[in-house]
């Protein structure tokens, strides 16, 4: 057999491995680059999505932020108990009508603190969460704060200055934020905030109990 | 005038010659599969994106749940990528110096968005809602993968036809406590037995559809 003809064998069988090898390779890490999408079909339509684009907007957004002195419909501003925790102009001292204080609330309540508060709370609400004490650790930093971090301790729910607010006042700390801590109301919807104020409420209740406000039947283990 | 003969050694690669045909074909059918599966081209995309945010930081280290920066995921069918003041929540003071945070900052300032880039991404023909998952008990590490091991967040998943199908046929193993959604480390294979998974079935009373017009609307 001549020998041209067994190198070219040779060299095709070795070409027929590259494009498994190629993908294999392809399949076995990350790649920064565009998926490759050659028949488009309806991929990409002439629509909007939430989040997506707009050139005819100077920043850009499809979805537009509301507009300053307009209400949305179905927003309800009148019930100034559930959206401002203020009643008559003094802060709100019960959970709104629609959302009266019970088991329910309460557990929607610890299932939002432990996803919005926890981080620099802690799950007690004593004010050790792991934003905190990372944040002290980088103030603490030996040479100097890292990149200027700056640190106002997380308060502790049980200080006698937050114990005594009344539940309005609290709403309105999550709503606005308070001194150095953000506000909250645009990450969580006004409902959820009164399941939090209410389960701070019982946090702050738990901390401070007396053996006679444990029911008879489970003061058992204590 | 002389005839072309094939030479004598040709008999010998002619069994040689009808292998390789029979392969051929199997061999491109293979490539094809194999090589422009979505797993090969979709699946793995990761984009650089503008700011060097990292959740294996945020989720891993710190502990933080995953609803605290996507908190529309579980009322709506898209999952929002938050917005600056959820990073200025904690960057106005933690870090608030830092240059990969520049972004950040000049966006907080100008009201202009940042430009995250979207890894994610279904045919616009398609229609996919999160909050019908993972209010049923889907987990996010069901079709993102380890997101709090991620320094960049890749595609995980291939997001094809297919991929959604499996699961919409045999959601049994994949279910778990809505309690656990956030949960990455979290296994319910482990953690449950097979009794209690299927008692999460009929609990959601799950059937998922495989009605064309679920996801194409």
Same mark, same amino acid.
């Given at each position: 057999m001549p020998r041209i003809i067994i190198y070219a064998l040779l060299i095709l069988t070795l070409l027929a491995i590259l494009p498994p090898v190629i993908a294999a390779n392809a399949r076995s890490k990350p790649n920064p680059n565009r998926p490759i999408n @050659? @028949? #488009? /079909?309806? /991929? +990409? #339509?002439a629509k909007f999505l939430p989040q997506s684009e707009n050139d005819l907007f100077a920043d850009k957004r499809s979805q537009r932020p509301q507009i300053v002195g307009t209400v949305a419909r179905g927003?309800?501003? +009148? /019930?100034t108990h559930f959206v401002d925790g203020v009643v008559d102009g003094q802060w709100a001292t019960t959970t709104p009508k629609q959302l009266p204080m019970n088991m329910e609330l309460l557990l929607r309540g610890q299932d939002r603190f432990n996803i919005y508060c926890t981080p620099c709370h802690g799950y007690s609400g004593g004010g050790n969460g792991t934003i905190n004490q990372r944040a002290m650790e980088l103030v603490a930093n030996a040479e100097g704060p890292v990149n200027g971090t700056v640190w106002v301790a997380a308060k502790s729910l049980h200080d006698a200055t937050v114990t005594i607010q009344p539940i309005g006042q609290i709403y309105n700390s999550v709503t606005h934020g308070v001194r150095n801590m953000a506000g909250y109301g645009s990450q969580v919807p006004p409902a959820d905030r009164w399941a939090i104020v209410a389960y701070v409420r019982a946090l702050q209740r738990s901390q401070n109990a007396t053996l006679e406000e444990v029911p008879a039947d489970k003061r058992g283990g204590l | 005038m002389s005839r072309f003969l094939f030479p004598r050694w040709t008999n010998a690669i002619l069994p040689f010659i009808l292998v390789t045909g029979a392969i051929l074909p199997l061999y491109a059918a293979f490539v094809v599969a194999y090589g422009f599966s979505p797993k090969t081209i979709d699946a793995g995309y990761q984009p650089t994106q503008p700011v060097p945010y990292s959740h294996a930081l945020h989720v891993g280290q710190l502990g933080m749940d995953c609803r605290y920066c996507h908190n529309t995921v579980e009322r709506a069918g898209f999952a929002a990528v938050p917005a600056t003041q959820t990073c200025m929540n904690c960057h106005t003071q933690i870090q608030r110096e830092s240059p990969k945070l520049e972004k950040i900052r000049s966006s907080y300032e100008s009201g202009m968005p940042v430009e995250w880039v979207k890894v994610h991404k279904l045919p616009d023909y398609s229609y996919f809602n999160h909050s019908a998952h993972v209010n049923r008990g889907v987990g996010c590490v069901e079709c993102h993968g380890r997101i709090d091991q991620m320094e960049v967040v890749y595609r995980y998943s291939p997001l094809a036809m297919g991929w959604c199908l499996d699961c919409h046929r045999a959601p049994t193993d994949r279910l778990r406590p809505v309690s656990q959604i956030t949960n990455m480390a979290w296994d319910q294979r482990v953690e449950l037995t097979r009794e209690e998974r299927e008692s999460l079935v009929k609990l959601f009373h799950i059937n998922p559809s495989e009605n064309c017009s679920t996801c194409h609307r």
């Open positions: @050659i @028949i #488009q /079909d309806m /991929d +990409l #339509q927003e309800n501003y +009148l /019930d | -």
